[in-house]
């Protein structure tokens, strides 16, 4: 690390106002006249503006913008200009003032040509062998940057924006051929960014605005005026959010949260057929209760909306009121909010809602899981809750088919009652969906020790035994196929042995 930070000060050294040091290992060294503005520097391929003047050890000058009243632009680390300037340029700030003194090698040089300067031999041939001195002040920069990486488009920074944030959807644009034809301009247009160029069709003059042939290269002037975040929300990607206004805070509704909102359902061509929360009233409901739906449907239609359709809702959330953490509670409360989440993941359990009847059944345990302050009443109805809500989890994830989450969930219920049979049963199924056999046979015995009459478990056993009797019969047939081939393999080396002749040195 020390190294590394070493070697990065060579490159870009920190400099005081008069103190002098080497940039890189080449010779050039730097001498800090005005310390520029901010902390950001310009990169390889950025345009920068400068005002130099040029001096030979001695004192005599050669060039100078100064001079000529106009400042010298050039493209920054893409050979434009002397090697000297690319490396000590990128070290300075916006309005930073330095002297470079630059060796031949880094200058001009015997294989590069000095800039135009008044006719003079002499001067000329020195500013190939000699050490010079730059003066340079840093006016300002602009990037261009390969975004694409693939030499496609370019982005050129012509003024700085606010903030960090970067748009998705809505600018305002201008375009224009490399020679400065306009070909097409916006004002407070909404695109969808990735939109395709004119490419290979290219496109006829309308109106005030010129053609573009087949394959031009574009000049694009954007003017970011404000954009609407869209991302998706669900994981197949059918739902997607635009914000039309921020809110305020950074508190957002979590599922059981009561929500109060204005909606508003559209079909594609506009065309009304839902509105809530506007007249009557704010429309309520709780996140994730599958309430939303439910009340969309008791709504008197607007418009029929077809099959199929791809529809869309404005909400404007109001208000909310979250749920209590479990931090926030007594023990009485956080046992009396462990045993709702319980009831309302058996009510979505039997609806078939399983996915969100496990989430319940995680929230309840959530609740009660830190349960050290409880008293000895509070600790016994907390060890009930846990152990069913666990085994109702347990349950819901064979149903889902995560088989290690659900022998996980029996594990911790076994922990609490290392005899319960429920909890023994649905690790035995997870083992064998795991085909973990002899450890789901382990569990179904010791199950039929606690509770020997129980028919579930005796047809759960023989359920086990068969798949044992087809894998043992898989494995054999296996093992028999390999068997055969080395055997065959085998008899077939033998024979090759005999046909082989036996070759006798006589001289032994």
Partial sequence: MEE?????????????????????????KKKLVKEGEGWETPENGDEVEVHYTGVLIDGTKFDSSLDRGTPFKFKLGLGQEIKGWDEGIKTMKKGENATFTTPPELAYGESRSPPTIPPNATVKKWLKIATLQFDVELISWTSAKDICQDGGVFKKILVEGEKRQNPKDLDEYEVCLEDGTLVSKSHGVEFTVGDDAFGEDGRSAVDSEGAVPPNATLHIALELVSWK????????????????????????????????????????????????????????????????????????????????????YEVELVSF????????????????????????????????????ASKRYEKAVRYIEHDYSFNHEEQQQSKLLKVTCNLNNAACQLKLKDYRQAEELCTKVLELESRNVKALYRRAQAYIQLVDLDLAEAVIKKALEIDPGNREFKMGYRVLKEKMREYNKKDAQFYGNIFAKMNLQQANEAKQEQRTPMIIDSKA
């Fill in 4 to 28: 590394t930070a070493k070697k990065d000060d060579s490159i870009n050294p920190i400099l005081k106002a008069g103190e002098e040091k080497d940039i890189g290992n080449d010779g050039l």
């Fill in 229 to 312: 975040s869209v991302a998706h929300i669900t994981k197949d990607k059918k739902i997607l959010k635009k914000i039309l206004k921020e809110g305020e805070g950074y508190l957002r509704p979590y599922n059981g949260t009561m929500v109060q909102v204005k909606l508003i359902g559209k079909l594609e061509d506009g065309m009304i057929f839902v509105k809530k929360g506007h007249d009557e009233g704010s429309f309520e409901f709780k996140v994730d209760e599958g309430q939303v739906i439910d009340g969309l449907e008791k709504t008197q239609e607007l418009a029929v909306i077809p099959a199929n359709s791809t529809v869309y």
């Fill in 321 to 356: 009121v979250k749920e209590k953490e479990s931090w926030e509670m007594n023990a009485p409360e956080k046992i009396e909010a462990s045993g709702k989440k319980k009831e309302e993941g058996n009510v979505l359990f039997r609806a078939g809602n399983i996915e969100r």
